[in-house]
Each structure stands twice: as C-alpha cells, then as structure tokens.
C-alpha cells in the first residue's frame, strides 16, 4: 500500500538525517587530524563552518536556488493567469500562504518547489509544462508541490543541500591542504599509527562529497511518494497527477544551463537526464514505480 510506503520513508528519513550528521561529525574529525592531529579541532571548525553556512544558505534559500536555475519571478496573475491562479487555489486547499511563482525559460516540463518554510515558499515551473500540460495535469503538479510546501519537505531539502555543500567545502579544504605543503609534520611524524591516521583520513575527505550526495537524493527520493500522495489528497484526481508523470518521463531533459545540479532533486522529476541510474545516484524514485503507486489508489 501507498500509505505503509509514506510512513517507511518518514523513518527512513529521520535515519538518513541522523546518519548525515554522523558523517558531517566523521568528515570534521578526518579533517581536524589530517590537518593538525586534532579531532577536536576539526570538530570545533566544523560546527562554525556548519552554523555558518547552513544559516546563510537557510536564510536565503529561495533567492539562492531561484538565481541558480535561472528562474524569473512574476509579479502578478496578469503574466501567467493559469498557472498563477493554480497555485493560488492548490495553496487554499492545501492551507498555506501563496507562495512565490517563477518561471523557468525551458521547453521540458518541470516544476518544483523550495523555501525553508510556508510563509515564505516559492514553486518554479518551466515553459515546457505551461504548454504541454492540461489544466488537471498542472494541477497535480502545482498540488505535488504544494505537499513538499506543506509537509515542509523544502525545509529538510534546504538543509540537505547546505549539509551536503559543507561536506564539499570541508573535503576540498583537507585535500587542497596536500598542495599547500601537506600536514603538518611533528615529532610523530613516522610511527606507523600516525601513517595510517592520515591515510585514513585523507579517504575520507575524498569519498566525503559522494557519500554526501547519495544522502541528499536518499532523502529526496524518500520524500516523493508522500508529495504524490498529498498531491491526490488535495485535487481528489490521481489521474490529473499520473498523466502529468508520464508526460514529464516522455520528455527530454532540461537544458543544461537552466539547472543547478544540486537543485536536481528539489524538481517533480530529474530534470538532467531520463536514462536509468543507479539507485544510489538517482534523483527520484523510477517514475513507473510512482505511477503504479498512484494507480492503486
């Protein structure tokens, strides 16, 4: 059943965040001893760096991942009356505040939403879904998003992001160190257990940015059987969304230059590539799986 999938993604994603700053904990001692043999120290720089960024990146969330997909706002229903007044309605039924409504200039169909809470939630959609969809398909978009708004999935999104650029940042600190004259020597230097500490550490840092990112799409993945759910929830018409699905997986990719990567699963479907990934690299659950899901309500 649809529902036991939702309440198992919701533990699964309290795990998957839970493990996250596990790993961001791991990340911070291996950088701490690489650099200076101090866990503490890489401890300490990383709950700065952490604060630091994760508030930055929270604040300005909408801002930051509008402009990184190129989107431009509208000022009013005049500029895009359908899909204004769409959202517009799905925010009601859902009981939100409106949100801010973006376009992206790009001939496939996608949308998604971002924000770190209601009150100040936008939704993007591309021209593509505009022209290729029908009034009931857009509404199961519009409502699918309008779950991640309610459900405040673009909070956990947000922090997945600023989790997974924090990790970048730090592995890219201890293993530019190497260039700038390695690690500190010491006294220590040569016993063995200090020679295996580094190397240790040094693949951690390595490794850290791709175990980071398979985190941020299991927990993308995990949130998109709920938003569907939520999505039939709000128009009571699961064909509007399934239609909308399989149009979307029909289409070609979005232009390259439309998409931050680190935005692509934030959209109602991988918006860089339709070909089957690994389940570890994807983005979304495999459309097919969604539609069947949908279909059995």
């Given at each position: 059943?649809?529902?036991?999938?939702?309440?198992?993604?919701?533990?699964?994603t309290?795990?998957?965040f839970?493990?996250?700053?596990m790993f961001?904990?791991?990340?911070?001692?291996?950088?701490?001893?690489f650099?200076?043999?101090?866990?503490?120290?890489g401890?300490?720089?990383?709950?700065?760096?952490?604060?630091?960024y994760?508030?930055?990146?929270?604040s300005q969330?909408?801002d930051?991942?509008?402009?990184?997909?190129?989107?431009?706002?509208?000022?009013?229903?005049d500029d895009a009356p359908?899909?204004?007044?769409?959202?517009?309605?799905?925010?009601?039924?859902?009981?939100?505040?409106m949100?801010?409504?973006?376009?992206i200039n790009?001939p496939?169909?996608?949308?998604f939403?971002?924000?770190?809470?209601?009150?100040?939630?936008?939704v993007?959609?591309?021209?593509?879904?505009?022209?290729?969809?029908?009034?009931?398909?857009?509404?199961?978009?519009?409502a699918?998003?309008?779950t991640?708004?309610?459900?405040?999935?673009?909070?956990?999104?947000?922090?997945?992001?600023?989790?997974t650029?924090?990790?970048?940042l730090?592995?890219?600190?201890?293993?530019?160190?190497?260039?700038?004259?390695?690690?500190?020597?010491?006294s220590?230097?040569n016993?063995?257990?200090n020679?295996?500490?580094?190397?240790?550490?040094?693949?951690v840092?390595?490794?850290a940015p791709?175990?980071?990112?398979i985190?941020?799409?299991?927990?993308?993945r995990?949130?998109?059987?709920?938003a569907?759910?939520?999505?039939?929830e709000?128009?009571?018409n699961?064909?509007?969304?399934?239609?909308?699905l399989?149009k979307?997986?029909?289409?070609?990719?979005?232009?390259e230059?439309?998409?931050?990567?680190?935005?692509?699963?934030?959209?109602?479907?991988?918006?860089?590539?339709?070909?089957?990934m690994?389940d570890?690299?994807?983005?979304?659950p495999?459309?097919?799986?969604r539609?069947a899901?949908?279909?059995?309500?």
């Open positions: 059943m649809l529902y036991d999938q939702i309440n198992q993604n919701k533990r699964k309290v795990m998957l839970i493990g996250f700053f961001l904990a791991i990340v911070g001692a291996a950088l701490g001893y650099m200076w043999r101090s866990v503490s120290m401890l300490l720089i990383t709950l700065i760096v952490g604060i630091v994760v508030g930055y990146v929270y969330s909408t930051i991942v509008m402009q990184m997909n190129h989107a431009q706002e509208l000022q009013g229903p359908e899909l204004w007044h769409i959202v517009e309605d799905m925010s009601l039924v859902a009981q939100v505040p949100p801010r409504v973006f376009i790009d496939s169909p996608n949308a939403a971002t924000g770190n809470n209601p009150n100040n939630a936008a993007a959609a591309t021209t593509g879904i505009l022209q290729r969809l029908s009034r009931d398909e857009l509404e199961g978009v519009m699918h998003e309008m991640h708004v309610r459900n405040y999935d673009i909070r956990i999104q947000t922090l997945a992001v600023a989790l650029s924090v990790i970048a730090l592995a890219n600190l201890g293993t530019n160190f190497m260039f700038w004259g390695g690690s500190r020597r010491d220590d230097n016993s063995g257990s020679i295996v500490g580094i190397l240790v550490s040094l693949l840092l390595i490794l791709v175990m980071g990112t985190v941020q799409l299991a927990i993308s995990n949130r998109e059987y709920l569907d759910a939520g999505a039939v709000l128009t009571r699961p064909q509007g969304l399934i239609s909308a399989q979307i997986s029909q289409s070609e990719p979005m232009q230059d439309n998409v931050a990567p680190s935005s692509a699963g934030l959209y109602i479907s991988n918006p860089l590539s339709r070909e089957k690994s570890l690299f994807a983005t979304h495999p459309m097919d799986q539609i899901a949908l279909e059995k309500l």
